[in-house]
């Protein structure tokens, strides 16, 4: 395995230590959705399982959302050549992301939910107490972005959080990786990459995510590291200098609880 390689490792091993993500006896679900990150968290997430001082299993989760040209089959071959414990759920998601669309605008967030809802409910159903998604740094960078710019707030996506129903942890082993090098990696293990023809991707017309990532793609020109200034910002927040009222509020009564105001 290169350098670059034995990185993502490294890099998914110190983000499993900087926040916990996996514990004693924890079962996995591993989202597995065909594309680079999910093969990439999979992999990684079973080599790490082989020799790391605590015990944990795992169980890949693939969901076929009846979009045209899934070829959910290929992936479930690659789960079963590999020796993964592996469950394939067949849905009609996108034909009900479809149908309840109103001019494109609510048909990938619609997806995206039904998704997670059914990955929780198979977590839950298998006696996971864990789902871990691919997200990648660019994912993160791209989610903050896209919520300054379109939604007025200042957030990403944790590494650790809890699921919608209050059932499952939800962790993101993959924050520390590049989405080039998930992709270099998910190549070196000969993956077989699907390209389900999802109505959005298919349209001429660019996302609000597919414009953020454009913006960072043309200042990455100039500037290299703008991922990797913007990824750290995200852990190094000075809250003094915002204007949440709430958390002016929360500093100033923690400022009298301490004697500095009389």
Do not use: W
Request: glycine share 6%.
């Amino acid at each position: 395995m290169g350098d670059n390689l034995h990185n993502v490792v490294r890099q998914v091993g110190k983000a499993v230590g900087d926040f916990g993500l996996i514990k004693n006896d924890d079962r996995i679900l591993v989202a597995v959705s065909g594309g680079k990150d999910s093969y990439t968290l999979l992999d990684v997430l079973e080599k790490l399982r082989r020799r790391a001082p605590v015990r944990y299993s795992i169980i890949a989760a693939h969901i076929d959302t009846g979009a045209s040209g899934m070829k959910s089959g290929l992936v479930e071959s690659y789960l079963k050549q590999h020796g993964h414990e592996y469950i394939v759920e067949h849905t009609r998601i996108m034909q009900i992301a479809l149908m309840n669309n109103r001019e494109g605008k609510l048909l990938c967030s619609l997806c995206s939910r039904l998704r997670r809802g059914l990955l929780y409910n198979i977590a839950s159903r298998l006696g996971c107490n864990k789902v871990a998604l691919g997200h990648t740094m660019d994912d993160l960078i791209e989610t903050l972005l896209l919520n300054i710019f379109f939604n007025g707030q200042l957030k990403a996506m944790p590494a650790l959080s809890v699921s919608d129903n209050y059932t499952v942890t939800v962790i993101r082993p993959l924050i520390y990786v590049k989405a080039k090098d998930a992709l270099d990696y998910a190549s070196s293990l000969e993956a077989p990459l699907i390209d389900p023809q999802c109505p959005v991707s298919m349209s001429p017309q660019l996302t609000n995510r597919q414009k953020v990532r454009r913006i960072i793609s043309e200042l990455e020109k100039e500037h290299p590291l703008i991922k990797d200034a913007i990824f750290a910002s995200l852990k190094h927040v000075k809250t003094e200098y915002l204007l949440d009222k709430n958390l002016i509020k929360d500093k100033l009564e923690q400022f009298i609880n301490n004697g500095g105001i009389t």
